[in-house]
């Protein structure tokens, strides 16, 4: 039974992911993968930098990935249905 509710819970995850984003996390979702790019851009750089700039640059990657990914989940509340657990 325990089981069963891990996967309606996958398929919740799935359905929302799939389902229209509203516009204001849109414009999130491409600030948080501008962000990652930048982070990228740091960490893979071909000059020396200090160790410092680096670390910020990882942090950057990360954060701009999360904000991506929970941006994307984001749906509007008409898509979000409501249900009542037993």
């Not at 929302?16 to 491409?30: D, G, V």
Request: proline share 5%; glycine share 8%.
């Amino acid at each position: 039974m325990n089981e069963k509710r891990l996967q309606d819970k996958l398929k919740t995850i799935g359905k929302r992911c799939q389902a229209e984003t509203p516009p204001f996390f849109k414009k999130l979702r491409t600030v948080g993968l501008v962000i990652a790019a930048v982070g990228t851009t740091v960490v893979a750089s071909p000059l020396a930098l200090p160790a410092a700039v680096i670390t910020a640059g990882g942090y950057l990657i990360l954060g701009g990935s999360i904000m991506t990914a929970v941006s994307q989940a984001a749906v509007s509340e008409q898509d979000c249905e409501i249900e009542d657990e037993d």
